[in-house]
C-alpha cells in the first residue's frame, strides 16, 4: 500500500559513499543512497547500524569523514546545523529535545525564527512590524497547533507534558519552520498502539497536504512498511539493503540481520 | 610606538640573558607558588572526579580548615589535638554537604550544583567567621623560613617543604585512588554514578569521603597558605586561582592540577617580575585567568582532560 | 474573587500576547508605576529615596543585564561587576571629555561601551560552556578593575583612583553633582530603570529571548533548528553588558557620586548573581525583588536585633548576610529555582481561584 498517488519527484539529496569514524569505530562505511521530492523515506536496521549517525550527517552535526553529500543540487562542504537548516532540513530527535523552560507555543514559534526578518531595533519596541511579524508568525503556528491537535497544552511548560506529546510538540517545532527535508528519529519509539497511529497519520498528512519529503527510522516494522515508499536498510554501518518495502521485506541479507543469522 | 612596545616586549629577554641566576630565582619562586595551586586545586580535582561537581567552594573549605586549626589551638589545643579537631569538623562538613545540599540537588544539571556550591561557599565563610572572628591570625606550625643556599641559588626553606608535603600528599592521594578498594569504589563512581549504584558501591558514603578528603587537602593547603600569608578572608579568594590551573589541566587530571599548577605559578612570577612593571605591576591578579582563557580557546578539554564527544 | 480572567475573552493573538493579559494586572501595574513616579517623591525622605530606592533601582538593573545573560541565555557570568566598573568609567571619560553632550546620551553611550566590551568577552562562549565559561567572566572581572585600577588615564590621572561625577542636568534639574537633589535623581533613575526594563520585557518576550532561551535549554537542539550559536549568545552577552554597564554609569553618578574601581570588585558580582537566584532566574519581575531583598537584607539585620535588644556588631551583620544569602541560595536553587518570583505567581494563581480554593 505504499505510494498511494504519491507524487515522487528528482533527487533531492544524494548521499554518495559517505564514511564516519569516531576514533577507532567506524559508525558508518560507505554508504550511499538517495532522498526524492515528495517520498518517505525509511532508514531501518538493528541497534547501532547507524542510523541516527546518518541523519546526524545530513543535518550537519556529525561531519563525514569520507564521501560527501548533495542536496538539492550541490554538494554540501562541512555544513555547520544551523546552515542546513537554513537550508530547509528540519529535525526530530530520539531522546526528545524539546526547550524544557519554555511552554508549547514558545518551542514551536522557535520554528519559525528562521522566518523572522525584522531586525533587533524593533524586537526592543515590540511594536509596529515587529509586532505584526509575531502574529503572523502566531497564526502560522496556531495552524500547526490544530493540526496536531494540541490546542489545549498551548500555554503549559513541556516539561510537564506526557511523552506522547511531547513527541508531537517536537514535530509541530520541525513543522513550523516549514522544511523541504524534515528528518524523524523513531517518531514512535515508546508509543503505545493509539499514539502510534495518530503519528502515522501526522506524518502522512504532513507528507500529503505540505508535500514535504520526509526520512525517518523507525524500529516498528509494521509501520515502517506501510507508510514508506522505499527503505534503505543499514547493518554495521554498511547498507545491506535499499528499495521498496515489500523488495526489502524478502532480501535474504535483511532477513538474516533482522534474524540474527551469524555473518560467515 | 613601535620602539617602545618591541622594547616592551623584548627588554626583559635581554634581562633575563644578562643575570640568569635571578631569572632561576623567579622560576623557582613561581614553582613554589605552583605547588601552593596545586595543592588547592587536587581539591577540586577530587570532588570533580567522584561527584562531578565543581566545587566553587574549595577555596572557602581551605580558609574554614585554617581557621579552625589556628581557632582550636588559640583555644589552648595542642597542635596534634588542633589537627584531629579540624579534621573532626571537616568530616561533619563533608556530612552536611552531602546530607543538605548535594542529595536534594541529585540529577541537577552541572551549572546548578555550581552555583550550590557558590553559596555553600558563602555560608562556610559567614558560619566560621562567626565562629573564629574575622581578624588576621597569625599561624606557625614551626617550619622555618630562613633562606638556603644551592649553587648561588636562593630558595626559602619553608617553600621547600611545602613543595615536600604537596608531593608526599599527592603520592599518598595516587596510592589511595590506584590501589585500595575505596579508590576503586571513587573511580567507578566517576565514570558512571548508576552503573556504580547498581554493583552495590554506596554513594552517598562515597561522595561524603571524597568531600571529607577534599576537606583534608584543603586542611593541607589551608596550613601552607596560612603560615605563609596569615589566616585570613583573602585566603579564600587566593584559592579562586586553582580555577585557572583546573582549565590548565583538565578537570578530571591530578597530573594535570600539578602541571597546571606549576604553569599558572611560574607564569605569572616571570610575567610580574618581568613585564609588569612596564604596564603598571600588579598583574598577578588576572594574569592566570587571561592565560586559561587563551589556552581555552585552543585547547578547551585541558592539558590532560578527555576530549569531549558532543552527542545528539 | 476579584482577581480573575473569566470574563475576559481575548479575540485577537495581539491581546492574548501582551504584557499583562489581565485588566487586574495592568490596573496594578499602573498603579504602581504611579506611587513609584509621584506618590513616593512627595512623601518619602532623602535618606529614604538615596539609600534604598535609587540603590534597589540601580541593582534592579543591573540584576536585569545578567538575568538576560545568565537567567535567559544560559551563560553564568560572574563578570558583573567588570561590566558595571566599564559603564562607570565610560560615562566618566565621555562626561568629562565632552561637557557639553547631555547626560542621557552619556549613560547611553556608556551602556554601549560595555555592551562592546562584552561582546570580546563572549567571544569564548562558542568554544566553552558551563563552569569554564564561568571562569572565563572571572577573567574579564579581574582584569578590567585591574585595568582602571592601574592606568591613570581613566580616571584623569586624578592621585587618588577616585571619580567623581560632574555636575549634569536634565531639563534645567541637576541629576548628578551636589546640587542634585535626592528626588530629581530617583526620577532620573526611576525613568531609566522603567524604560530599560520595559525593552528587556519585550526582548525575552519576543523572537529575541525564545532564541536566548533555546540556547539555554538545550543549545545543540536550537542550533539545529537553525539558531546562530554564536551571534545568539554574543547578542545576549552585549545587551547584557549594556544593562550592567548602564547600572554602572548610574551608581558612580547618581547613587555614590565618586567611585573608585574596587566599588565593582568580585563581591559586586556575586551579589547581583544572589539577586537573580534568589529572585528567580529568567523573570524580569523576579531581577526586582531580587534586588529589593538584598537591599532590604541588611537593613533588617540592623534594625531588627537592636529593636529586640541584642544589637549585633558590624562584622557580625556581614557575616549573618553571608550566611542567610548562602543558605537562600541553596535553599531557592533546591526548592524553587524560578525564585521570589514563582513564590509570587504561585500566590497569584491562588488568588485566582480565592475564596473557592478547588
Known sequence: MANKGRVIGDTLLKVENVSLGFGGVKALTDVSFDIRKGEIRAIIGPNGAGKSSMLNCINGFYHPSAGQITYKGQVRKQMRPHETAAGGIARTFQNIALFRGMSTLDNIMTGRLLKMKRGFWWHCLHWGPALREEIEHREHVERIIDFLEIQAIRKTPVGRLPYGLQKRVELGRALAAEPDLLLLDEPMAGMNLEEKEDMCRFILDVNEEFGTTIALIEHDMGVVMDISDRVVVLEYGRKIADGTPDEVKSDKRVIDAYLGVPHE | ?312 | MFYRESGQFKSAYAADQAMFPILQDRIGMAVILAVAFVGVPMVANDYFLSTLLIPFLIFALAAIGLNILTGYCGQLSLGTGGFMACGAFAAYKLATALPEMNIVVVFLLSGFVSAAVGVVFGVPSLRIKGFYLAVATLAAQFFLIWLFTKVPWFVNYSASGVISAPPRDVFGFYVTGIEATAEAKYIFCLSFVAVLALVAKNLVRGRVGRAWMAIRDMDIAAEIIGIKPLQTKLLAFAVSSFYCGVAGALWAFIYTSSVEALAFDINRSFQILFMIIIGGLGSILGSFLGAAFIVLLPIFLNVVPTAIGVPLSTAMIAHMEFMIFGALIIFFLIVEPHGLARLWQLGKEKLRLWPFPH
Open chain 2, 1 to 312: 610606538m613601535t620602539g617602545d612596545i618591541l622594547g616592551f616586549l623584548f627588554g626583559p629577554l635581554k634581562e633575563i640573558w644578562e643575570f640568569p641566576i635571578f631569572f632561576v630565582e623567579v622560576v623557582i619562586g613561581g614553582l613554589l607558588t605552583g605547588v601552593m595551586y596545586s595543592l588547592v586545586a587536587l581539591g577540586f580535582v577530587l570532588i570533580f572526579k567522584a561527584s562531578g561537581v565543581f566545587n566553587f567552594a574549595q577555596g572557602a573549605m581551605v580558609l574554614c580548615a585554617a581557621l579552625s586549626f589556628v581557632g582550636f589551638q588559640e583555644l589552648g589545643a595542642p597542635i596534634w589535638l588542633a589537627l584531629i579537631l579540624t579534621l573532626a569538623t571537616m568530616l561533619l562538613m563533608a556530612m552536611a554537604i552531602e546530607r543538605l545540599v548535594l542529595r536534594p540537588l541529585v540529577n541537577q544539571p552541572a551549572i546548578i550544583l555550581f552555583m550550590a556550591t557558590i553559596g555553600i561557599t558563602f555560608f562556610i565563610d559567614g558560619l566560621f567567621q562567626t565562629i573564629w572572628g574575622s581578624d588576621i591570625k597569625r599561624m606557625d606550625v614551626g617550619i622555618p623560613k630562613e633562606p638556603m643556599e644551592f649553587g648561588g641559588v636562593l630558595v626559602n626553606t619553608f617553600d621547600i617543604v611545602a613543595a615536600l608535603v604537596a608531593g608526599t600528599l599527592v603520592a599518598t592521594l595516587a596510592f589511595f585512588f590506584q590501589s585500595t578498594r575505596i579508590g576503586r569504589a571513587l573511580r567507578a563512581v566517576a565514570d558512571d554514578h548508576q552503573a556504580a549504584q547498581s554493583v552495590g558501591i554506596p554513594l552517598r558514603t562515597i561522595w561524603v569521603i571524597v568531600w571529607a578528603v577534599a576537606g583534608l587537602v584543603a586542611l593541607v593547603a589551608g596550613i601552607m597558605w596560612g603560615s605563609k600569608l596569615g589566616v585570613q578572608f583573602s585566603l579564600a579568594l587566593i584559592a579562586l586561582k586553582a580555577l585557572p590551573v583546573l582549565i590548565l589541566g583538565g578537570f578530571t587530571s591530578i597530573p594535570g592540577a600539578i602541571i597546571g599548577g606549576l604553569i599558572i605559578g611560574v607564569g605569572e612570577k616571570v610575567a610580574e617580575v618581568y613585564w609588569a612593571p612596564g604596564i603598571g605591576g600588579g598583574i598577578e591578579d588576572w594574569f592566570a585567568y587571561i592565560l586559561a582563557l587563551v589556552f581555552l580557546m585552543f585547547r578547551p578539554q585541558g592539558l590532560f582532560g578527555e576530549k569531549i564527544i558532543e552527542r545528539v
